[in-house]
């Protein structure tokens, strides 16, 4: 099993940064894709980013692409999602999401997740 901690979320004004932490326990992060996903009030999750165990590969959806930047430390066993620019659409619940070796967008193949963390940006 693999716990999920979320943390770093808060309110913003538009144009500004946070750093969400992803922190997990419970099992060794080796070999797990880690995403984040967010889930705005009344829509679906939206896959944000993802990252290999290594760091070597990542994935964005192209409403953050060149916004956010996904980066973990393994020592640490933390996954972060650096967000700037922030825009009010950015605003939702943001998610972190782990699975075995594989990436994926899909929600539904991400069996560990974390319990949230609420980013709300101003206009």
């Known amino acids: 099993q693999v716990q999920l901690l979320e943390s770093g979320g808060g309110l913003v004004q538009a144009g500004g940064s946070l750093r969400l932490s992803c922190a997990a326990s419970?099992?060794?992060?080796?070999?797990?894709?880690v995403g984040w996903f967010r889930q705005a009030p009344g829509k679906e999750h939206e896959f944000v980013a993802a990252?290999?165990?290594?760091?070597?590969?990542?994935y964005y959806s192209d409403s953050v692409k060149g916004r956010f930047t996904i980066s973990r430390d393994n020592a640490e066993n933390t996954v972060y999602l650096q967000m700037n620019s922030l825009k009010p659409e950015d605003t939702a619940v943001y998610y972190c999401?782990?699975?075995?070796?594989?990436?994926?967008?899909?929600?539904?193949?991400?069996?560990?997740w974390g319990q949230g963390t609420q980013v709300t940006v101003s206009s």
């Open positions: 999401a782990a699975k075995w070796m594989v990436f994926d967008i899909v929600r539904t193949e991400y069996p560990y």
């Open positions: 419970g099992r060794t992060f080796k070999n797990y894709y």
């Open positions: 990252i290999s165990w290594t760091g070597g590969s990542t």
